[in-house]
């Protein structure tokens, strides 16, 4: 029996499993939010809130832990320069699980897994400067037409070599 087992096997081994909620935390920590299975969200969430509490100490050896467990440099200074302090009036709840639909392929539930006080900043729409203007194009019977221009002079040159 697995009574007061609190880890969720997930269908890995240990090594993997580990692996793999490393990855989703840091994704979660770069982008902010993640998609993904309800049971791979609540088991990253535990791993994310423990780390979010060594990022609130701000110590060499927090930060050694969390480089420790995430494996990636620049997750672990996303983590101490901007979510922890974000976090720093909190006690505990760092993350928010919202539940989606179902996947169609294996009807697996979905979720979103978020942070609760940090905002997501959206990447801003490119724009085009005004000085610079696109060349008029020519229209499609022209473009067409020169294509098959192209063509023919292609096969008569090929036929004349011949």
């Known amino acids: 029996m697995r009574h007061l087992k609190r880890t969720a096997k997930l269908g890995r081994t240990g090594e993997h499993r580990n692996a793999m909620l490393a990855n989703l935390v840091c994704s979660l920590i770069k982008h902010k939010r993640v998609t993904t299975t309800l049971a791979k969200a609540k088991a990253a969430r535990s791993v994310a809130e423990k ?11 927090a930060r050694r832990l969390v480089a ?3 494996h990636q440099e620049d997750a672990t200074k996303i983590l101490f ?6 976090q720093k ?5 760092y993350t928010r699980i919202v539940k989606m639909h179902q996947r169609q392929g294996d009807a697996a539930q979905l979720a979103i897994l978020e942070w609760v006080d940090v905002t ?5 729409a490119a724009e085009t400067p005004a000085a610079e203007t696109k060349p008029a194009e ?8 020169k294509k098959k221009g ?10 004349a070599k011949a």
Not at 89 to 93: H, L, S, T
Not at 138 to 145: D, F, I, N, R, S
Not at 150 to 159: D, P, Y
């Open 81 to 86: 320069a901007e979510i922890a302090p974000a």
């Open 51 to 61: 780390l979010v509490t060594l990022g609130k100490k701000d110590t060499v050896h």
């Open 89 to 93: 009036d909190r006690n505990g709840g």
């Open 68 to 70: 420790a467990r995430l």
């Open 138 to 145: 020519e229209p499609k019977e022209e473009k067409a037409a």
């Open 150 to 159: 192209k063509k023919k002079a292609e096969a008569a040159e090929a036929e």
């Open 120 to 124: 997501t900043v959206e990447a801003p």
